[in-house]
T-cell receptor, first 114, second 113 residues
Framework: DTGVSQDPRHKITKRGQNVTFRCDPI?????LYWYRQTLGQGPEFLTY????????KSRLLSDRFSAERPKGSFSTLEIQRTEQGDSAMYLC????????????FGNGTRLTVT | EDQVTQSPEALRLQEGESSSLNCSYT??????LFWYRQDPGKGPEFLFT???AGEEKEKERLKATLTKKESFLHITAPKPEDSATYLC??????????????FGTGTLLAVQP
C-alpha cells in the first residue's frame, strides 16, 4: 500500500491559464474523490468516481472544472480559465467499496493563481 | 442540511495537560463519524471511525467517543508531536452511491513543551 499519490505538489499559474492535476489512488480502491480545501476550512467535496463513472458532482463545481478517470485507475482534475478564487489545496482521496469505509487522502496539490 | 461544527477553533495546551475536542453534528441518518489529523501542507490522515452512539475507539493518547448528537476526541497527556489540526467528518446513511464525507472546519491544537 503506497498510499494516494498526487502530482504536482505545487502549481503557480497566471489567471486565465488552464491547469491539470493528477491523482493515483490506492490500487485496490475503486472509489475516488476530489476535495478542495482553503485556509482555515475543512475539505469541501467536489466530485466522486466509482471505477470510471463520475457519479456525483458538487453543485458548487463550476463549469470550468472537469474531472476524468479513464479505465478506472488514475484521475485528472482540470481547471480552465483559472481565477484567483481557485487558489486552494486540491485533495484526492480513495476508498474501498464498503459503506462506512474511510477515505484515504493524498497530500494534495497547492494551487496559487496570480 | 447536514452540518458539522467543531469547537474550539484553536486550543493551546501544555505538554501533559489533557483536554477534549468537540464535534457536534446534524445529519439525516448517520452511517459513520470520522476523525482525521492534518499536519501543515499535508492531506488529512485517518484516525478513527465511529458508527453508533456509545462506541469508543482508542489510539495511543487519543480516545474518540460518540453520542447521538456529538463526538469528543479526548487527548490524554499530550506531547508536542500531537500538535496538528483535528478534523471531524460525517457520512450519511442515505447518501446514494457515494461514501463522501462532510467535514467540519477543524480544531487547531498546539501542545507546548
Amino acid at each position: 500500500d503506497t498510499g494516494v499519490s498526487q502530482d504536482p505538489r505545487h502549481k503557480i499559474t497566471k489567471r486565465g491559464q488552464n491547469v491539470t492535476f493528477r491523482c493515483d489512488p490506492i490500487s485496490e480502491h475503486n472509489r475516488l474523490y476530489w476535495y478542495r480545501q482553503t485556509l482555515g476550512q475543512g475539505p469541501e467535496f467536489l466530485t466522486y468516481f466509482q471505477n470510471e463513472a463520475q457519479l456525483e458532482k458538487s453543485r458548487l463545481l463550476s463549469d470550468r472544472f472537469s474531472a476524468e478517470r479513464p479505465k478506472g485507475s488514475f484521475s485528472t482534475l482540470e481547471i480552465q480559465r483559472t481565477e484567483q478564487g481557485d487558489s486552494a489545496m486540491y485533495l484526492c482521496a480513495s476508498s474501498s467499496q464498503g459503506g462506512g469505509s474511510p477515505l484515504h487522502f493524498g497530500n494534495g496539490t497547492r494551487l496559487t493563481v496570480t | 442540511e447536514d452540518q458539522v461544527t467543531q469547537s474550539p477553533e484553536a486550543l493551546r495546551l501544555q505538554e501533559g495537560e489533557s483536554s477534549s475536542l468537540n464535534c457536534s453534528y446534524t445529519v439525516s441518518g448517520l452511517r459513520g463519524l470520522f476523525w482525521y489529523r492534518q499536519d501543515p501542507g499535508k492531506g488529512p490522515e485517518f484516525l478513527f471511525t465511529l458508527y453508533s452512539a456509545g462506541e469508543e475507539k482508542e489510539k495511543e493518547r487519543l480516545k474518540a467517543t460518540l453520542t447521538k448528537k456529538e463526538s469528543f476526541l479526548h487527548i490524554t497527556a499530550p506531547k508536542p508531536e500531537d500538535s496538528a489540526t483535528y478534523l471531524c467528518a460525517v457520512q450519511r446513511m442515505y447518501g446514494g452511491a457515494t461514501n463522501k464525507l462532510i467535514f467540519g472546519t477543524g480544531t487547531l491544537l498546539a501542545v507546548q513543551p
